[in-house]
């Protein structure tokens, strides 16, 4: 599926099952982007830290959570990746959100667009 490919507004309503998996595209789209900045921590982590697998997945998921790292931080290339990857990853944050809900203000701004014509 095409993600970019939405209805015009001067086409048709998309029907409620298109809809939803629409949605689930944008969805999975987010999670991946979420995975996929969740592994550049657990690398990160482990590569100026020296942490193990399940520390680096800790910290690097309490950071993307807005919690803050869970470890002391040792080394200063530690301490610039964490608060490097905590500004990524409040960017993040909103660029999944906005993905997740770009078919749904799309959907809300083509209904109003359709009820205004009539």
């Given amino acids: 599926m095409v993600l970019h490919n939405l209805e015009h507004r001067a086409e048709k309503l998309l029907p409620q099952k298109e809809f939803y998996k629409r ?3 944008f969805g999975l789209l987010s ?3 979420i995975l996929l900045s969740l592994g550049v921590g657990i690398l990160g982590y482990m ?5 193990d697998l399940i520390d680096a997945f800790l ?4 950071l993307m959570g807005g919690m803050g790292p869970v470890n002391v931080l040792n080394t200063s290339g530690g301490k610039i990746f964490a608060g490097l990857y905590a500004m990524y990853c409040g960017f993040i944050l909103i660029f999944s959100v906005a993905i997740f809900m770009t078919p749904i203000f799309h959907r809300l701004l083509h209904r109003f667009h359709l009820e205004g014509r009539e």
């Fill in 23 to 25: 949605l689930m595209w």
């Fill in 31 to 33: 999670l991946g982007i």
């Fill in 47 to 51: 590569s100026f830290e020296g942490q």
């Fill in 59 to 62: 910290n690097a998921a309490m």
